[in-house]
């Protein structure tokens, strides 16, 4: 079982910065593959980042902006997104499942609350 409680969303004018964390319990953390998922409002969520073992996976949409991260010690998952742009804006989710990462958000079972990331332009 894992519980992933996200932080650090907020308003920020386009160009801006952010940075994203995924507080995970459970002491097989390192076993998870983490993704980061999106979705504004009457939109599909969908996918943006994920990290399994030394691995990383981007959207083409925030490839060469955003940075996903893990640090396994304080079981933790990190987005850090650069030069924000306006169509960034969205709810974004973090999300676990065994081992593989995968793109498809029906894949990951176990999800945090979700916070919010709005850029003005």
């Known amino acids: 079982q894992v519980q992933l409680v996200e932080s650090g969303g907020g308003l920020v004018q386009a160009g801006g910065s952010l940075r994203l964390s995924c507080a995970a319990s459970?002491?097989?953390?390192?076993?998870?593959?983490l993704g980061w998922f999106r979705q504004a409002p009457g939109k599909e969520r969908e996918f943006v980042a994920a990290?399994?073992?030394?691995?990383?996976y981007y959207a083409d949409s925030v490839k060469g902006r955003f940075t996903i991260s893990r640090d396994n010690a304080k079981n933790t998952a990190y987005l850090q997104m650069n030069s924000l742009k306006p169509e960034d804006t969205a709810v974004y989710y973090c999300?676990?499942?065994?081992?593989?990462?995968?793109?498809?958000?029906?894949?990951?079972?176990?999800w945090g609350q979700g916070t919010q990331v709005t850029v003005s332009s």
């Open positions: 999300a676990a499942r065994p081992f593989a990462s995968s793109e498809n958000y029906h894949e990951y079972g176990y």
């Open positions: 990290v399994s073992g030394g691995s990383t």
């Open positions: 459970g002491r097989t953390f390192r076993m998870y593959a």
